[in-house]
């Protein structure tokens, strides 16, 4: 059994701007304000980089940091689109180089905390993610709390990761990816009555998933509920075929 599936992986903050106005403002020397041209052409990148136009999320991130090479934006984009790119190392160089401008913004926290569990470095992730979630302002936090527990469930260390799993419900009872897995942590404790509890929940947020439909066959089966864990099995097998947790079934 997969300890974190694919369904439960961490989370990013992307938050982008709704309205992008003018290009620049101009100083009273007439100078373009090159802090300004930077945040739009940054923001103009996260919006190609979201969309999965890494050619133009480039493009736009570059010229953003050539106008402002301490634009924090610009480093916390540049340093996403790099790790999508697979260069972890200029990912954790412009992650760093943007806290040293921002080191108290919580989206760039927890993304810099994703990039770190990614990587294996759990204790420094947690940090990040603890601090991000204790941001008053962060709008959130569930997000934050979610991935603290996905990582230390990493570490094995299940007590904490289900005691964050459920403080992330506290700023959102009904946040699918921390009800997904306090439903997965019951069902491995042999707690199906309470797992099929969160589970219920998590389907009342969230469309099923392979990672979902698989809990839900297992969680019937160990209930004794044939029937039900039959629906859950056959649902698995229409919908999505081929699926590994389909094979797995198979």
Excluded: W
């Amino acid at each position: 059994m997969k300890t974190i599936p694919l369904l439960a992986t961490l989370l990013l903050s992307f938050m982008l701007p709704l309205h992008l106005a003018g290009c620049t403002t101009t100083s009273s020397s007439g100078k373009p304000d090159r802090a300004k041209a930077a945040e739009y052409n940054a923001k103009l990148g996260a919006g190609y980089l979201q969309r999965g136009r890494y050619d133009l999320a480039k493009e736009y991130l570059e010229k953003a940091l050539k106008k402002d090479h301490n634009s924090s934006m610009a480093q916390h984009y540049y340093a996403l689109l790099q790790e999508k790119l697979g260069r972890d190392d200029q990912a954790n160089r412009y992650f760093r180089l943007a806290l040293k401008q921002d080191g108290k913004n919580p989206e760039l926290l927890n993304n810099f905390g994703t990039f770190l569990c990614k990587q294996g470095q759990h204790t420094e992730a947690v940090n990040a993610f603890l601090r991000a979630a204790g941001d008053p302002l962060y709008k959130t936090p569930e997000f934050a709390y979610t991935n603290a527990g996905i990582c230390l469930e990493k570490q094995g260390r299940k007590d904490t990761a289900e005691a964050y799993f459920r403080k992330a419900l506290t700023y959102n009872d009904k946040f699918p990816l921390a009800l997904y897995n306090l439903a997965q942590l019951a069902h491995e404790q042999n707690e199906n009555a309470k797992a099929q509890a969160f589970l219920y929940r998590y389907n009342e947020q969230a469309p099923s998933s392979p990672e979902t439909l698989l809990l839900c066959y297992r969680i019937h089966q160990s209930l004794h509920e044939n029937d039900k864990a039959e629906n859950c099995a056959n649902r698995l097998l229409a919908r999505f075929p081929a699926s590994p947790e389909a094979n797995e079934l198979n």
